[in-house]
């Protein structure tokens, strides 16, 4: 893969990329209102998915940091976008261009006065992984084989610019209404902001590695500080293919069920025990090794879960309250779903609604043991995302529901869903991670 020699940094040099992208789009559909002339509407429209998600991404790799990272967030969506920008948008995951070996030394000589040769016994300026944010290199030190991921100049000052450009199309993303969005849209802006911070990552890292080191058949690795800094960060050097790739090759029910369930307490303890957890669970931050064993990389986007949420929270996940029409309605005034302003109408079409989500996105918490293969229940997810996403009454209402703190755990339990559905893993035990306390 070509590297890239600069990226855009300044605020107009990437607008100017954005309106370059917005004009090839607008190419597209023109070309799309041709099509449906003398082709079918499926054949148009299919051609215009394929085209515009290959031209959107192409501006965005070019850009990387927060516009990439939208890009990356939305391909984990795939009930909202067509297949074609799913996977186009999935290459965000670990597979973008890199920089450049010139761009790579500036990065060492800036935050470590010295290049990386000087650092490393071993280092190899061709990255093995670019995704949105940074890049990945192989080095040795003493005999140990590391991994060197440094952030691309700029991303961490071009945040707030960034979003502000594609807030349309993160406000679609995390399904945030313009009406009162500010305080969603902080909650991404500050998301973003902490994972450019590689010192508070490492810290991060160890925290949830060592808290987390008891649960069978997950691994980490270890970090290092004295070769670290705010845009560089060390740690061991992890062998292995990334879930979705693993995936791809293996077809082992066992290993699955086995990687499924790890994965599961991984994440139930972190949410339940510890209150904080891994909120950006994609294919490309765990890899599997050899021995079929999970390996958890990534720990830049933390969610701290503050009690007064989590209680409400996951007493809805309870059927004697979903079913309980009194006390359902006291949550979801708790998690302000509801508030006191509300008209009659607008409460009984939210109760309602919630009511339907509810019911079938907590069904793995009604059981003891649950088969995350079963495709009837992510059919029923994506019918229900389906029909809310096309009802008048919602764009009617116009209203941003809930707690700014269901950005970021809902984004995990989709993700960790979709994960978990990838693997088809059956026989997960739901509450063993009460046994990790």
Not at 141 to 166: R, T
Not at 262 to 275: C, E
Not at 308 to 330: G, Q, V
Request: net charge positive; aromatic share 12%; glycine share 4%.
């Amino acid at each position: 893969m070509k590297s890239i020699d600069r990226i855009p940094k300044s605020k107009l040099q990437r607008a100017s990329k954005i309106v370059t992208t917005g004009a090839k789009v607008g190419v597209n559909y023109i070309k799309y209102y041709g099509e449906k002339l003398s082709k079918s509407e499926k054949i148009a429209k299919d051609n215009l998915n394929k085209n515009n998600a290959e031209d959107i991404y192409g501006g965005l790799k070019q850009l990387k940091g927060s516009a990439l990272k939208v890009a990356q967030m939305l391909s984990m969506e795939k009930n909202i976008l067509p297949q074609a920008y799913v996977e186009k948008f999935s290459l965000a995951q670990f597979s973008v261009p890199p920089l450049s070996s010139p761009l790579v030394i500036k990065t060492f000589k800036k935050y470590f006065g010295k290049n990386p040769d000087a650092i490393f016994d071993y280092f190899d300026s061709n990255s093995v992984n670019a995704a949105s944010i940074g890049q990945v290199h192989k080095a040795k030190k003493n005999g140990k084989e590391l991994a060197v991921k440094i952030q691309y100049p700029g991303v961490a000052d071009s945040i707030k610019s960034d979003l502000a450009m594609v807030k349309p199309i993160a406000l679609r993303m995390f399904n945030i209404k313009g009406k009162d969005s500010d305080k969603y849209f902080k909650e991404v802006e500050d998301k973003l902001t902490e994972e450019t911070d590689y010192c508070l990552e490492i810290q991060q890292s160890q925290e949830i590695s060592k808290a987390c080191a008891h649960i069978p058949n997950i691994l980490f690795p270890n970090y290092y500080n004295e070769y670290s800094s705010k845009r560089i960060l060390t740690m061991d050097f992890m062998k292995g293919l990334h879930l979705s790739e693993y995936i791809k090759k293996n077809n082992d029910q066992e290993k699955f069920n086995r990687l499924g369930q790890a994965l599961w307490d991984f994440y139930m303890h972190q949410i339940h025990n510890l209150k904080k957890v891994h909120a950006d669970p994609h294919p490309g931050n765990f890899l599997i090794n050899n021995d079929a064993q999970l390996i958890a990389l990534d720990f830049g986007c933390m969610k701290v879960i503050p009690q007064t949420f989590y209680k409400p929270y996951f007493e809805l996940a309870d059927n004697s309250i979903i079913n309980n029409k009194e006390r359902f309605s006291e949550k979801l005034y708790e998690l302000e779903i509801l508030t006191p302003n509300d008209t009659k109408e607008e409460v009984s079409f939210f109760t309602d609604m919630f009511h339907d989500l509810l019911s079938v996105f907590t069904l793995p918490f009604q059981k003891e043991i649950f088969d995350f293969s079963d495709s009837d229940f992510f059919g029923k997810i994506g019918d229900l995302a389906e029909r809310y996403s096309q009802s008048s009454e919602l764009r009617k209402f116009n209203s941003n529901r809930g707690s700014k703190h269901f950005i970021y755990m809902n984004r995990t339990f989709f993700g960790l869903y979709n994960l978990m559905f990838d693997l088809k893993a059956k026989e997960v035990k739901i509450n063993q991670f009460q046994h990790y306390k």
